[in-house]
């Protein structure tokens, strides 16, 4: 394989994306990396791969374009921040780049923010425009909690009874319980991926993410359908740990920032003070 040098920054390996890409998820995969993480890092590389023509003589500027995508959210630019930093310090530890391209990448900041739930009118508009894959994923999302990257993932094999084994972040699998009988007629006779890719599989996490952005008007994301679950389930019960056993969070003040009490709950806290 030719591998061409410069006077300044030493060998690369000329290989292709097609060629580069199954040797990363084989490192992935034997650091036992949950398959999930996997597929989103394919998914975003595959789009970087569209600003530069080979994986190791990417330049610095072609991967700040490939990053610059008006239209993703801080979360989203972040996730694929990562996967391009983890592709190349592999590709440069592995001794395929002598320089790291992706090394000065400007840091993405996710603003925390306060919680921002969806409209009942917003998500009730959008439920009726929607075909039935776009409903669907709208239910998940917004009276299941889900992340895109899970609702991606719901397979028929993980609903037991009304119980969907939903598989999380860093390849934790937790159990929601499903009342919507839509939903969970959907799953039984889906026989294997309820959202199958074109090519086997199932669709990327960013597909979601931009079918459901599509069926909602600008604002409101798959992300803030989530917000409406945590506050509607809060509003619910007031029990702030089975919110974030539901949403799959580590901590509890992560839940917090996607709960808005209830005004009615903030009147009886003072009335009980007074």
């Known amino acids: ?3 061409p040098t410069t006077a300044d920054s ?4 000329t290989i292709t994306w097609a060629e580069a890409l199954p040797l990363y998820i084989r490192h992935r995969r034997a650091s036992a990396t949950a ?31 490939a990053l610059a ?13 990562a996967a391009v930093r983890a592709f190349y310090r592999w590709a440069h530890t592995t001794g395929r780049i002598p320089v790291d391209p992706s090394a000065g990448l400007p840091t993405v900041r996710v603003p925390a923010g306060a919680p921002r739930p969806t409209p009942e009118a917003v998500l009730t508009r959008a439920l009726a425009l929607a075909d039935r894959r776009g409903r669907l994923m709208l ?12 609702v991606a993932q719901v397979h028929t094999r993980d609903l037991a009874g009304s119980t969907l084994y939903v598989h999380g972040k860093g390849g ?11 939903l969970l007629h959907a799953i039984r006779c889906a026989d294997g991926w309820l959202f199958p890719g074109r090519t086997g599989g199932h669709l990327a996490a960013c597909t979601v993410g931009d079918l459901v952005a599509d069926l909602l008007p600008d604002g409101w994301t798959a992300h803030t359908l989530r917000h409406r679950f945590a506050s509607a389930a809060y509003a619910g019960t007031r029990d702030l740990g089975a919110v974030q056993e539901l949403l799959g969070h580590a901590r509890p003040e992560t839940t ?13 806290a003072v009335a009980a003070a007074a």
């Open 256 to 268: 917090r920032r996607y709960v808005v009490v209830p005004e009615g709950h903030l009147l009886a």
């Open 10 to 13: 030493g060998p690369v390996e």
């Open 172 to 182: 934790k699998t937790r159990r929601v319980p499903l009342l919507d009988d839509e």
């Open 69 to 81: 995508v008006r239209r993703w959210s801080p979360e989203t630019r972040k996730s694929a921040r």
């Open 1 to 3: 394989m030719p591998v």
């Open 139 to 150: 239910l998940l999302a917004a009276r299941a909690g889900l992340r895109c990257a899970e």
């Open 35 to 65: 398959e999930g993480t996997i597929r989103l890092h394919r998914h975003y590389l595959r789009h970087v791969s569209r600003f530069a023509a080979t994986p190791f003589e990417a330049t610095p500027a072609e991967l700040e374009a």
